[in-house]
């Protein structure tokens, strides 16, 4: 009885190990994205259970190795004792030997076709290389000229097949709003299953400058590539929101000098206006350039303008929210309306000095903004502007006037004092 038990036990193995490779291929058991092995590496590593290894089939490559290592062990323990179970262990040995390499030939050739057939509908459908994920921030059109520098967002390509991809470039544009594509290139190629990923730009024009309202915008992305001595390309739209005309964020103070526009018609007619007006007025021991920049304060009041808190988005609350959008007029519609909060009448004064060729900066704070221009005049000589330093501060070796912009109507001084006094207490609490 117990010789037959030892008969039968590796009777038994046998069949286990036929029976878990009656099924070698299964979606489970591995990618057909992924390129099998080729033949040619099976029978370099034909050991038992080793071409199962390769082809990531753990259970039926333990199955085959134990039952080799069984069978060798049966053999050498029956050996010249027992002819019968000698015999059954060598068979054993030898089937699970047969049966791996038969196993794993039948799998690799099974997984070819299924990789095969894989890759030729993703060539069919163009679909070798996917734009993984494309994202595009909200834009505003205010700041279209800074988005060429700037990215606007992220592209995740990814290589679907099991070749490199070469000669990769791509583009993106909007039509209507960008007058030539913005290309780029990758360089190094793009192994197989790979992702990589890069920033993309974009080129509008100032066409964007006539949106008044938040607008979803489709723009379009193409992709060109080579794989496998194919040249093939994908064609992909991309949905953003572009901002209206007078749409910012404050989180870059920087932002409102897409705002200032000493070149627009409007603006140099009032500057060159005032010029004219007030050419023969100069004030004896004043800098010219305190001069101008008094002249075209006191001509913002003589044409009517006034401060006026913005009802919907107030600077005083929207500075400190970097992420809520605030409307801010272009000059020429402050020159017209007449009215505007800190930032519009800070932007209108700015652009009014920049178009005389003056210098000018931005001082923020908690909740305020307003204007400060250089005089040009080197710190050593301070005194030409003023003899109190406490109304001056000085950057980069010249002397700066700070100035008040809510104070339009009011008189120059008030305002240029107004806005010293506010600087110093900026500096004082380390807000600048």
């Given at each position: 009885?117990?010789?037959?038990?030892?008969?039968?036990?590796?009777?038994?193995?046998?069949?286990?190990?036929?029976?878990?490779?009656?099924?070698?291929?299964?979606?489970?058991?591995?990618?057909?994205?992924?390129?099998?092995?080729?033949l040619a590496v099976l029978f370099t590593f034909a050991l038992p259970g080793v071409p199962q290894l390769i082809h990531g089939e753990y259970l039926e490559a333990a199955a085959y190795l134990g039952l080799t290592i069984g069978g060798l062990a049966g053999a050498i323990y029956s050996s010249g004792s027992n002819e019968i179970l000698f015999n059954v262990s060598i068979t054993a040995a030898m089937t699970a030997m047969t049966t791996s390499m038969a196993d794993a030939v039948a799998t690799t050739l099974i997984r070819h076709k299924q990789h095969n057939n894989l890759q030729k509908d993703l060539e069919e459908a163009g679909a070798f290389l996917k734009a993984k994920s494309v994202r595009i921030d909200p834009l505003f059109s205010a700041?279209?000229?800074r988005y060429s520098e700037y990215p606007v967002g992220k592209i995740v390509l990814e290589n679907r097949s099991s070749w490199d991809i070469t000669d990769l470039k791509f583009s993106f544009e909007v039509k209507g709003y960008t007058d030539f594509a913005w290309e780029s290139e990758i360089e190094a190629p793009l192994a197989a299953h790979e992702s990589v990923e890069r920033d993309l730009y974009i080129l509008l024009n100032n066409k964007v400058l006539s949106i008044t309202e938040d607008t979803p915008l489709t723009g379009r992305?193409?992709?060109?590539?080579?794989?496998?001595?194919?040249?093939?390309?994908?064609?992909?739209?991309?949905t953003f929101t572009l901002f209206n005309r007078n749409a910012m964020t404050w989180d870059d103070d920087r932002k409102l000098a897409s705002f200032i526009t000493p070149n627009d018609v409007p603006v140099r007619l009032f500057a060159r206006s005032v010029a004219q007006m007030l050419s023969s007025s100069k004030v004896d021991n004043l800098d010219i350039t305190v001069q101008r920049a008094l002249q075209l304060f006191i001509a913002l009041g003589v044409h009517g303008c006034v401060y006026v808190i913005d009802p919907d988005t107030p600077f005083i609350e929207f500075r400190d929210q970097k992420t809520?959008?605030?409307y801010i007029q272009f000059p020429r519609d402050t020159l017209y309306y007449k009215t505007g909060d800190c930032d519009d009448l800070v932007a209108l004064y700015?652009?009014?000095?920049e178009s005389y060729g003056v210098a000018t900066a931005f001082i923020t704070g908690p909740g305020h903004i307003f204007v400060a221009f250089d005089t040009g005049i080197e710190t050593d000589e301070y005194q030409r502007v003023t003899r109190d330093k406490t109304q001056i501060f000085f950057m980069e070796g010249t002397v700066w006037v700070p100035v008040e912009a809510t104070l339009v109507g009011s008189s120059f001084v008030e305002a240029w004092y107004s806005a010293a006094r506010q600087y110093r207490e900026w500096e004082q609490e380390g807000v600048l």
């Open positions: 009885m117990m010789m037959l038990k030892k008969v039968i036990a590796p009777i038994v193995l046998v069949f286990l190990a036929a029976a878990c490779v009656t099924n070698p291929v299964t979606e489970q058991n591995f990618n057909a994205r992924k390129s099998p092995p080729a700041l279209y000229k992305l193409n992709i060109h590539y080579r794989v496998n001595e194919k040249q093939l390309s994908v064609d992909q739209p991309v809520a959008v605030d700015t652009s009014l000095l």
